[in-house]
Every structure is written in C-alpha cells, then in structure tokens.
C-alpha cells in the first residue's frame, strides 16, 4: 500500500543547531515534493517545492534534498531559532497533478 | 496579499444535521482542493477541481458528501447527514496550476454532537 512516513516523534532541538526532518514514502512514483509548515489551529503554510531531477533546493534557512532512489526527502533549518517552533509536513504529487498526498506531519520545538 | 478565504471558521452541529462549508480561492486560481484534516495527522484531500470541473474525488464520502465549484470560482463543501466521526478541520487550498503550490484558508473546524 501507498504510505507516507514522517518522524514519527516529536523533534527538541536546541536554538541555533541544524533541525532535520524526514520524509519516507513506499509505493509512489512523485513528480514533486512539496513542505509546508502549520502552527496549531491554522491551515498550512508553502515552504519549498523540489521536483523529481533536483537533488536539492534552498530558501534563505531552508534546504530540501529529494532522492529518488532511496524514496527519501530531507528538510533542513539551520540556525534554527523558538518561531520556527511548528509542525512541518511533506506531500506527494504525482505528473498530472491529480493525486496529492500528506505525510502526517513532525511537530518541532525549539528550545531557547 | 490574497488570501483564501472560509467560512465559518467554526461550526458545532448534531448528527443527523446538514452543514455546509464555503471557500473563496485566490483570484485566479483554477485549482481548487478540499481536505479533512483530523488532529495529528496529516491532511487528507477529499476532492480537487479545476475550475468547474472534479478531477479527483475518490476519497470522498459520496453517500454523504458532495462539493461543488458552479462558476469556477468559490466552492461549497456539504455533508449530510453528519456524523459524529466528521468531526475535524476542513480545509480549503487553491493553486493557480496543477502540482503547484497550494495556498490554504484558515480552515473551519466541525464538531459533530
């Protein structure tokens, strides 16, 4: 079956080291990944979009590394400080865009 | 900076009841997508239009739920009869192309007594 695996713990990590979150899936063929950011009660905010021939994407703090191969994306803030303090979640899109799916999510806190 | 927008925010309703949910997407935004979204996890889509048209609804509970986008502009979210587990946050995003980013509404939470 179709799955999406996200850390499935919470992430504590220290203000101003590296935090990195996983995203696995099994059984999908993705043209894009895509990570949003949620803080509690609201809907999802857009952080970064990778497509299938990058390896890698950068935003100011953010990277995004996507292998095909091992079926694995990473997301990385560095210098991380308490406001990025938030759940972060991947999703899967398939070429036409017709299927769209979430992982469920890594809450992160940083710790002052 | 546009926004999407919904309404209510928040909606208590009894089983059995109808509720409907309405979402108005960023000016020009052809994708139009619906999502259930229960704590802790992820969001699940329910159904996707471009413009006026469904293009993916498989995940939703037709017998119960519908959704329609008559203009190819706002879209109504209904569900009826509600059930206790409908209880959730429902979510409405639009992006202006297919596999592109989504832009979310605050979402409306539902809880179902």
């Known amino acids: 079956s179709q799955k999406i695996e996200q850390n499935s713990e919470a992430l504590n990590i220290q203000e101003g080291k590296t935090a990195t979150l996983t995203c696995n899936y099994t059984?999908?063929?993705?043209?894009?990944l895509q990570w949003y950011r949620q803080d509690p009660g609201r809907g999802p905010v857009f952080l970064l979009l990778?497509?299938?021939?990058?390896k890698e994407k950068r935003k100011e703090r953010l990277k995004v590394t996507f292998d095909t191969t091992l079926k694995q994306s990473l997301f990385h803030i560095t210098a991380s400080q308490p406001a990025d303090s938030a759940t972060y979640l991947c999703?899967?899109?398939?070429?036409?865009?017709?299927?769209?799916?979430f992982g469920t999510g890594t809450s992160l806190t940083v710790i002052p | 900076e546009a926004e999407v927008a919904q309404s209510p925010r928040y909606k208590i309703t009894e089983k059995s009841q109808a509720v409907a949910f309405w979402c108005d997407p960023i000016s020009g935004h052809a994708t139009l997508y619906w999502y259930r979204q229960i704590l802790g996890q992820g969001p699940e889509l329910l159904v996707q239009?471009?413009?006026?048209?469904?293009?993916?609804d498989s995940q939703l509970p037709k017998d119960r739920f519908s959704a329609e986008r008559l203009k190819g502009v706002d879209s109504t979210l209904k569900i009826q009869p509600a059930e206790l587990g409908d209880s959730a946050m429902y979510l409405c995003?639009?992006?202006?192309?297919?596999?592109?980013?989504?832009?979310f509404g605050p979402g409306t939470r539902l809880t179902v007594t």
């Open positions: 999703a899967l899109s398939t070429n036409t865009g017709n299927q769209f799916y």
């Open positions: 995003a639009s992006s202006a192309r297919t596999s592109g980013e989504q832009y």
């Open positions: 239009f471009q413009d006026e048209s469904v293009v993916d």
């Open positions: 990778i497509r299938e021939n990058e």
């Open positions: 059984n999908y063929s993705p043209a894009y």
